[in-house]
């Protein structure tokens, strides 16, 4: 039996370069309309809550078979990656919307803040278990951080960005710790958010992470992609230039930080590979998958992505993976991804082991 030392994390798998996805995967069409986000359900109570776990358990067969070692929900039971988490809080109301900007990028009717910010009970705990009791894989659960939080919403109580992020980072926290309690490995946070507000994210953005992984013991990741393959976001990247060096604006106090692993963007995307010797010593999820195009990659694009990250990270803390999450791509074309991700990393692996 080993021993651990306080400080110590038991890593959630030995094996050399595990493969993971950044978020959600495809929802089946009898659960919700797919290809889409905040697609509406197509049922409603115990049905609904059948046809989710049905779905999840799809989705985590579909995971095992591709081959990914360290496996997720494919957020089959929530709406959305950020507003399912929040429209189980107090102090939010769905019927009072505002119209904000999103990340600076486009325009969404949202939920209003009116008052202080609570967590009553867990949110995703009970999906959690039954995820855990499906599979004795290490399995990774993504919350929504602080600060893409706040920016999915209309702020007409507190009326302060920062104010707003130290009350979720306080409830992320305890969702957190509840998450550890139920089997999770590895806690990610999503942060494209982080790709925009650079003032914000120095000033209080990774502090306020900080907050959210206090007491912590499993392992921790930050997911800081250019978001989901959309038009708005497709559209964005195009103003980018040849060069897309938003990372290097946040990159060096997340190096200093306590979150263990770093996830980003790669395939297909223009940011430079030597960005990742700025969190030198992180383990590094990278993105080789590109989510934003239909086109399956084969699996030696996929092993040249790694090879290019393998000149900045250590074999042992590189987790290759997706760029974002793929719930507007069909189900086929997500499946082929997967399977070229796994195969991908099959044969760098290979390669280190010769």
């Known amino acids: 039996m080993t021993l651990l030392l306080p400080t110590q994390k038991l890593l959630p798998t030995q094996r050399l370069l595990p493969t993971s996805t950044a978020g959600s995967l495809p929802k089946p069409s009898w659960l919700a309309e797919p290809e889409k986000i905040w697609s509406p359900w197509a049922l409603e109570g115990e049905q609904l809550l059948e046809a989710k776990q049905d779905a999840l358990r799809v989705s985590l067969q579909e995971q095992l078979q591709a081959g ?4 997720s929900d494919g957020e089959q039971t929530r709406q959305h990656f950020v507003t399912t988490f929040i429209e189980h809080l107090d102090g939010v109301d769905f019927e009072k919307r505002e119209t904000v900007k999103i990340r600076n990028r486009y325009e969404a009717s949202v939920p209003s803040v009116v008052g ?30 602080p600060m893409t939080m706040i920016d999915t919403l209309y702020d007409g ?4 960005r920062e104010k707003l992020a130290w009350e979720f980072a306080k409830i992320l926290n305890q969702e957190a710790k509840d998450l550890e309690a139920a089997g999770v490995d590895i806690i990610q946070f999503d ?19 900080e907050r959210a992984i206090e007491g912590l013991k ?30 290097e604006q946040a990159f060096p106090k997340l190096q200093q930080s306590n979150i263990d692993i770093v996830s980003l963007e790669c395939q297909n995307s223009h940011v430079p590979m030597d960005l990742i010797e700025l969190i030198r010593g992180k383990k590094v999820m990278v993105g080789a998958i590109d989510v934003a ?13 790694l090879r290019k990250a393998l000149q900045f990270v250590d074999a042992d803390k590189l987790y290759p993976s997706t760029n974002c999450g793929m719930a507007p791509l069909s189900r086929q074309v997500a499946r082929g991804k997967l399977q070229a991700l796994s195969a991908g990393a099959a044969i760098v692996r290979k390669e280190l082991s010769v």
């Open 116 to 145: 202080s910010v609570s967590r009553q009970k867990a949110v995703f705990v009970d999906d959690a278990k039954f995820l855990r009791s499906q599979t004795d894989q290490p399995i990774k659960w993504a919350l929504p951080g």
């Open 191 to 209: 942060k494209p958010a982080f790709n925009v507000f650079f003032d914000d994210v120095n000033d209080w953005g990774i502090a306020t992470l």
């Open 218 to 247: 499993c392992e921790t990741a930050v997911h800081i992609c250019y978001g989901y393959g959309i038009k708005a976001n497709t559209d964005w990247k195009k103003t980018l230039g040849t060069e897309w060096r938003q990372y």
């Open 68 to 71: 990914i070692d360290i496996v």
């Open 293 to 305: 195009t239909n086109n399956i990659e084969t699996p030696e694009e996929v092993a040249d992505t």
């Open 157 to 160: 109580h507190y009326k302060s």
